[in-house]
Nanobody
Framework: QVQLVESGGGLVQPGGSLRLSCVAS????????MGWYRQAPGKQRELVAR???????YYADSVKGRFTISRDNAKNAVYLQMNSLKPEDTAVYYC??????????????WGQGTQVTVSS
């Protein structure tokens, strides 16, 4: 049973930074693509960033240049460094893992989510 546990969310002022962490258990993440989604109130869940098993990142246009996704296979963890945060980044952020096809596919596993609130 794969479990993904996020941490690192919180309240931050506009322009500030947060680092989200996701630790996986039950299976090694090394051969799987990992990613971060977010869902704001009243909006659909959207892909924020994804990193392939080989470490190649993908970012949504809305976060390019501000967010950085990384992975540490030895720690079975994936991270999302978020800089220059804006109020519109406020959402619940979910860690995710794909199995098999990635492009156009829904992740197979999800974390429980961590709240990020950007407000002065």
């Amino acid at each position: 049973q794969v479990q993904l546990v996020e941490s690192g969310g919180g309240l931050v002022q506009p322009g500030g930074s947060l680092r989200l962490s996701c630790v996986a258990s039950g299976s090694s993440i090394s051969i799987y693509a990992m990613g971060w989604y977010r869902q704001a109130p009243g909006k659909q869940r959207e892909l924020v960033a994804r990193i392939s098993s080989g470490g190649i990142p993908y970012y949504a246009d809305s976060v390019k240049g501000r967010f950085t996704i990384s992975r540490d296979n030895a720690k079975n963890a994936v991270y999302l460094q978020m800089n220059s945060l804006k109020p519109e980044d406020t959402a619940v952020y979910y860690c995710s893992q794909w199995r098999g096809v990635v492009l156009g596919a829904t992740p197979a596993y999800w974390g429980q989510g961590t709240q990020v609130t950007v407000s002065s």
